[in-house]
């Protein structure tokens, strides 16, 4: 689920100042030929020039559009350095990750822990709120052209008592996919009382005392649904303390977790992809959360590497555009600014080296959750704490989503993205902060970013 009102709060204002780059370069003019992947902040970095001052030099009307092959006049630059090589489009067989973002960080170990297996392909997965199944839901993700659909399973729903599993809701939701030719992923969260630590917060879902009991759940969901889920996804977001049940954080406490689902799912089906819980993006160190960039590097250190087949993330992109890179902001929209977390493009890479520095660099980036809000035309104004929904307009939600997918596939190291979120409007009502980010509005009616979806090319 997205929940920003905190972190962001917290983390606008614990931002850093950021500071133009320092030159020693003569303040002579030079210039720049775009090119692809190229955004006008990483130009900017890259010529050691603020972006706004090439957007003035140019006049350019929108700097989130400049097309390969363009000239730009780099005002008070003397050169730029070449940007760094992209990744490539399909994961090499024998793989080589990236070099680190910092030269002076230390090599991964040669005698490493056993890496699992990466699986291939890029994917266009949505949330769907139907744990009953929901042939409308269903029908919906197969007419925009999609091959993935995500569903949240809260434990505590299916496991009542310990070894009483009862699927037959989340049986006929994967039936419907199934039909349609849709593959499906299952992410796990909220353990049950009876699992649980006894002095645990009741008011708010959390984590098993004890790992084992997660994986023996997982195992025969696993074994029930061989070959028709594909996916599954251990907990959501457990770097921030009310998806981690008010407890202290602990990427260690996690990764225990993680390591006896994955084994445990791998031998009820070896087929199905284990993908890490995903963060939530955040600068924020404290009792209330975690930077994420941080607690992913320490569930390396815990033994990431041989525990999931794919790396989760939640690429927020509040009111930026996809293709913003770190600083970018413009006017109406410069609050939420500053920091990677609220940037997509910022998120996604910041994971990706953290990967590589761990030897991991083969492995996709599964975006299990991304989107953007707006509440234009959606009857409400927006919630409380997520007034960036009021500074999309829904022709923008579409254009950054379709920009993420394409964008993404482009860099070569990301797997399924699953779009957050399709029916939540008619599930929870236009009021509720979930609603902004739907894709249909609560009667069904498609919005803009239903159409844009459908139309793109996949």
Known sequence: MRKRLLIAVVAAGAMMSFGGRANAAPLTDTTYTVKGGDTLSGIGSRCGVDWKKIQTANRLANPNRIAPGTTLKIPGSAACTSPKPAAPRQAPAQPQPAAPADPNAPAAPVAAAPVAAAPAGFGYGIQIHAPDGDQRAVDAVADIGFN??????????Y?????????????NLVNQANAKGINVMFSVVK?????????????VAGPPADPNTMASFLGRMAE????????????????LHYEWGNEPLSAGRYVQILCASYRAIKASDPGAV?????????????????????????????????????IGAHPSGYNKPATAGVGWSAPGKTDFSGHRSFYFQGTMQAYRNVMARNGDGGKKIWATEFGWASVENMGAGPAPGYGYAAQNNEGEQAQYLVDAFNMA????????????????????????????????????APRPAYHRLKGMSK
């Open 274 to 310: 284990v993908v890490s819980g995903a963060l939530t993006p955040t600068g924020v160190n404290n009792h209330l959360a975690m930077d994420d960039v941080n607690y992913l590097s320490q569930m390396y250190g815990a033994g990431l590497r041989g525990c999931a087949n794919a």
């Open 409 to 444: 596939r482009s860099w070569g190291y990301v797997g399924p993205m699953f779009v957050w979120n399709l029916n939540f409007a008619p599930v929870a009502g236009n009021a509720d902060e979930k609603a902004a980010f739907s894709i249909v509005r609560n009667d069904w």
């Open 148 to 157: 993935w659909v995500k569903q949240q399973v809260e434990w505590f729903r």
């Open 191 to 203: 353990a049950p009382d009876w699992a649980r630590a006894g002095n645990s917060d009741r008011s």
């Open 159 to 171: 496991e009542g008592s310990p070894g009483q599993a009862n699927f037959a809701g989340l049986d």
């Open 224 to 239: 029930h649904f061989r070959g028709r889920v594909k996916a599954y996804e251990v907990w959501n977001e457990q770097n």
